[in-house]
């Protein structure tokens, strides 16, 4: 007579038991994970590969906020990828295994917690950046106004306390410097770098921003918006100095001004104004020019411009031709060239500036 097996009729069991989820183990690979977490929040936080030092107060608390993120984003990763792969190793399928998993309801407390934790470094981390935001848009009333100008393809800065204009940014040393940011035609983005300080330029309307120099040096400034053909070409320089040697520049740029109104009497000379006009209107930025120190290579070159200019159309004066190429450079357009030079020429200058940027090109032999 046969007699039937106790498990005869029902599932076999699976050669190697999963283990429980939580046991002395899976508590002890936890508390590693965890501390390995915060090791490598904090040291990613304080590290931080992605950026060298900042050479501006805003730019470095800037650098302290992405830190913390970094920061908390790592210890994230390294629990949530941990535990991804500890939970494939240790509780995957034995071969063979062909039972259903244990059914599984849900825990409330464990969604509690992980739906709290995110909301709260979300919180956290939005009143910081707020504090950050606050902080570096605090305005101080010692601030060195600048009036910045952006033009396809090149930037113009205006100092309105000295009257003096500049192709280049000079600021002192651990003095706030206030900068206001228009833009003569499209949109602009006035970017530095090593300041962390990126600001959209618009034709329409100012846009205002707060720059502390902490180191000295001489920095890039880039257009970071794709404005036209010669975006790429869009530079200037960015020099901080010492207070002493900022006052000596502003002297310097002081006393060039007026040289010109000393040496022909009421007016400026015309060819000295042109080239100042020259280097403020970014005309440089496409052009060459040997007296103006310009290597732009978008357009053509401008040395010998005013013996050019007398033969090029028949019938035609130089001074003709060098102004109607100014405010209609669609009139005439160079071969191997495109025709890509703004035509806001003729409206942004005023007679006189375009009479003496007119000479100073007329007097290129």
């Known amino acids: 007579m046969s007699h039937q097996s106790p498990t005869q009729g029902s599932p076999s069991a ?25 090791v490598a929040g904090v040291g990613m936080g304080i590290w931080n590969p992605f950026l060298s030092g900042a050479a501006s107060v805003q730019g470095t608390d800037i650098d302290i906020l992405f830190g913390v993120a970094l920061g908390v984003s790592t210890a994230i990763f390294v629990i949530v990828e941990g535990t991804l792969v500890y939970s494939v190793v240790r509780f995957s399928r034995a071969p063979g295994d062909e039972s259903d998993g244990p059914p599984i309801r849900g825990n409330t407390t464990l969604e509690v917690i992980w739906t709290a934790i995110p909301a709260a470094i979300v919180v956290f981390l939005a009143i910081y950046s707020y504090q950050i935001l606050a902080k570096i848009d605090k305005l101080q009333p010692d601030a060195l106004n600048v009036e910045v100008r952006a033009m396809q393809y090149a930037w113009q800065f205006y100092y309105p306390d000295a009257g003096i204009t500049s192709n280049e940014l000079h600021m002192p040393l651990n003095r706030q410097v206030h900068l206001k940011l228009r833009s003569n035609d499209v949109i602009h983005s006035f970017w530095v770098p090593k300041f962390r300080m990126k600001k ?6 100012v846009t205002e921003t707060l720059l502390t120099a902490t180191d000295l040096g001489t920095y890039p400034i880039v257009c970071a918006e794709l404005c036209g053909a010669s975006h790429a070409l869009m530079r200037a320089n960015l020099v901080v100095q010492s207070a002493a040697d900022y006052e000596n520049w502003l002297a310097g740029q002081t006393a060039a001004k007026l040289q010109p109104a000393a040496t022909s009497g009421a007016s400026p000379d015309a060819v000295a104004q042109g080239k100042q006009l020259f280097a403020q209107s970014g005309c440089g930025g496409c052009h060459a020019l040997g007296d103006a120190n310009a290597a732009g290579q978008v357009g053509p070159s401008l040395d010998g411009a005013g013996t050019l200019a007398a033969t090029t159309v028949p019938g035609q004066s130089a001074e003709e031709y060098i102004r109607t190429s100014i405010v209609k450079p669609a009139e005439y357009v160079v071969t191997g060239y495109q025709p890509i030079m703004p035509g806001a020429y003729g409206t942004t200058l005023s007679e006189a500036e375009l009479n003496a940027l007119t000479q100073y090109l007329l007097a290129q032999k």
Not at 20 to 37: E, N, P, Q
Not at 200 to 205: A, H, I
């Open 14 to 38: 699976p050669a190697n038991p999963r283990p429980r989820t939580v046991d002395a183990v899976s508590k002890l690979f936890f508390v590693i994970l965890g501390i390995l977490a915060v």
């Open 200 to 205: 959209d330029v618009l034709p329409d309307r």
